[in-house]
């Protein structure tokens, strides 16, 4: 049996027979796997809404630094970010010490570098105000990360890093 695609009969059973297949897979295909996805997208939603309150209500303090709207990406200053960043944590000027290099060109993009050594900090304030500059300033990459432990003390550190940003 031949078929000729020149005969309008073939087009006449051809696409009804088509549209109904497309309307059955539709139906108990791809409509159930839709349904199954969006319940999957739905729990997942639920448990990182608990882990989002649960993030507002135990560590306010990220949420105190507000994003300034006209700041453009090119207005970075190390002294200005460190002591905006020092004093939403509570980081007193006299316990830090802020280093900062002239720019650099690296990997075919200007950089700038700075040495921050804060003499007495504890983890979890420095784990905060680490991940708020990060957040806020995402081309900023800490580079060197070093703690000691002072002398005679439960939970305070001396701690070194090196801080990159990438214009």
Do not use: H
């Not at 997942?44 to 105190?64: A, C, G, N």
């Amino acid at each position: 049996m031949k078929i000729d695609l020149k005969n309008p009969n073939v087009y006449y059973i051809a696409v009804p027979v088509l549209a109904g297949l497309w309307a059955i897979l539709a139906g108990f295909v791809f409509y159930p796997s839709s349904i199954d996805a969006w319940d999957r997208s739905q729990t997942d939603f639920e448990s990182v809404e608990k882990q989002i309150k649960q993030l507002v209500t135990l560590q306010p303090k990220r949420l105190e630094y507000k994003v300034d709207e006209k700041a453009k990406p090119e207005d970075f200053d190390f002294t200005k970010t460190i002591n905006e960043f020092a004093r939403v944590f509570s980081i007193s000027d006299s316990n830090y010490n802020l280093t900062v290099r002239g720019q650099t060109k690296r990997a075919g993009r200007q950089t700038r570098s700075a040495t921050i050594l804060i003499k007495t900090i504890d983890i979890e304030k420095l784990a905060q105000f680490l991940s708020a500059m990060l957040l806020r300033w995402p081309e900023l990459k800490c580079e060197v990360l070093s703690f000691e432990k002072v002398k005679n003390t439960k939970n305070n550190w001396k701690v070194n890093m090196s801080l990159t940003y990438y214009y």
